[in-house]
């Protein structure tokens, strides 16, 4: 059974720093990443990364996130600098495996007061 267990949410304040991770089980998965969804707005992509390592941010984030991933440890972590309150979202860890099944996190509140 594939799980994902997001942690490292919480409240921050403007300019701050953050870092989630995600751990997987259940799978091994050729890419994973984050997303982020806003109260009342779709869920957007945030950065992916690859198996290889090869990685993929939003412009948004660009220079001010990164995401990093331990392939023994099944884990990806995302390392978020310099927040800004229009990075208040809900954050939900993905995960895809080779033949391309998609999964989950239940998501993490990140939250930037101003």
């Known amino acids: 059974q594939v799980q994902l267990v997001e942690s490292g949410g919480g409240l921050v304040q403007f300019g701050g720093s953050l870092s989630l991770s995600c751990a997987a089980s259940?799978?091994?998965?050729?890419?994973m990443g984050w997303y982020r969804q806003a109260p009342g707005k779709q869920r957007d992509l945030v950065a992916t990364i690859t198996s290889t390592g090869r990685t993929n941010y939003a412009d948004s984030v660009k220079g001010r996130f990164t995401i990093s991933r331990d392939n023994a440890k099944n884990t990806v972590y995302l390392q978020m600098n310099s927040l800004k309150p229009d990075d208040t979202a809900g954050y939900y860890c993905?995960?895809?495996?080779?033949?391309?099944?998609?999964?989950w996190g239940k998501g993490t509140l990140v939250t930037v007061s101003s």
């Open positions: 259940g799978s091994i998965f050729s890419i």
């Open positions: 993905n995960a895809v495996r080779v033949l391309g099944e998609n999964y």
